[in-house]
């Protein structure tokens, strides 16, 4: 009995290590993946940041032209007025 069952530790042994490579390979890939993750958000917030405060320089310009525009549109009507007088 014994010595049948002595007969499949190489085979027994290298499933093992099979198991045990493709273990660690896993886990080193998981941890890469992971690692890639977190810098892809920190990339992303930073970009969200970024883009913010762009938003709202292009947005406080537009609102300085919306204004210009107003004003303008008021002098026009003056001027408008007084030449139908």
Do not use: C, Q
Request: charged share 25%; no cysteine.
């Amino acid at each position: 009995m014994v010595g049948a069952v002595m007969d499949y530790v190489p085979e027994v042994a290298g499933l093992l290590g099979v198991v045990f490579v493709v273990w660690r390979m896993l886990t080193y890939y998981e941890k890469r993946n992971a690692d890639a993750h977190a810098e892809l958000g920190r990339r992303i917030d930073a970009v969200a940041a970024d883009m913010g405060k762009r938003i709202d320089v292009v947005a406080a310009d537009v609102g300085v032209v919306a204004g210009d525009v107003k004003y303008m549109r008021g002098v026009l009507d003056t001027l408008l007025a007084s030449l139908k007088e």
